[in-house]
């Protein structure tokens, strides 16, 4: 298999006959914090929509052999985020999420103002919850 390096200078010689120096970077810590954040995100409404599936249609109760897991999950979260973040987080996951009545919307306060902001998306909850951190 080519380097994509190549394949990619080589493909943009045979539009330009020019020279091309191709430099990779790497993203910074905070976009592979929110790409981690968001993956997390999607896998655990993932689960909980294959357990709810698994217990109606199946008649299977996964929660006690997906407890640990979800506490471990959780104890991880612990130490990356505050206990209002926490609380966000959760809310979204086990609360609104399943609601399908829900706007896709939250009220927020800071200071003394309240903020009616999305949060309907693992994107949009990292930006409610990376303006509580700030």
């Given at each position: 298999m080519k380097e994509p390096k190549k394949v990619l200078r080589a493909t943009l010689y045979s539009i330009h006959k020019l020279g091309y120096r191709i430099k990779t970077?790497?993203?910074?810590?905070?976009?592979m914090t929110k790409l981690a954040f968001i993956r997390i995100m999607r896998h655990l409404k993932d689960i909980e929509d294959r357990r709810d599936f698994m217990s109606a249609e199946i008649?299977?109760?996964m929660t006690t052999y997906e407890d640990k897991f979800f506490s471990v999950i959780e104890d991880l979260l612990k130490l990356v985020f505050n206990k209002e973040q926490l609380g966000?987080?959760?809310m979204y996951l086990f609360q609104l999420h399943p609601d399908k009545d829900w706007d896709g919307?939250?009220?927020i306060q800071k200071g003394k103002q309240e903020k009616v902001v999305a949060f309907k998306t693992p994107e949009q909850v990292w930006d409610v919850i990376s303006e509580i951190a700030s």
């Amino acid at each position: 298999m080519k380097e994509p390096k190549k394949v990619l200078r080589a493909t943009l010689y045979s539009i330009h006959k020019l020279g091309y120096r191709i430099k990779t970077i790497t993203p910074d810590k905070v976009t592979m914090t929110k790409l981690a954040f968001i993956r997390i995100m999607r896998h655990l409404k993932d689960i909980e929509d294959r357990r709810d599936f698994m217990s109606a249609e199946i008649g299977m109760d996964m929660t006690t052999y997906e407890d640990k897991f979800f506490s471990v999950i959780e104890d991880l979260l612990k130490l990356v985020f505050n206990k209002e973040q926490l609380g966000l987080i959760q809310m979204y996951l086990f609360q609104l999420h399943p609601d399908k009545d829900w706007d896709g919307t939250i009220t927020i306060q800071k200071g003394k103002q309240e903020k009616v902001v999305a949060f309907k998306t693992p994107e949009q909850v990292w930006d409610v919850i990376s303006e509580i951190a700030s």
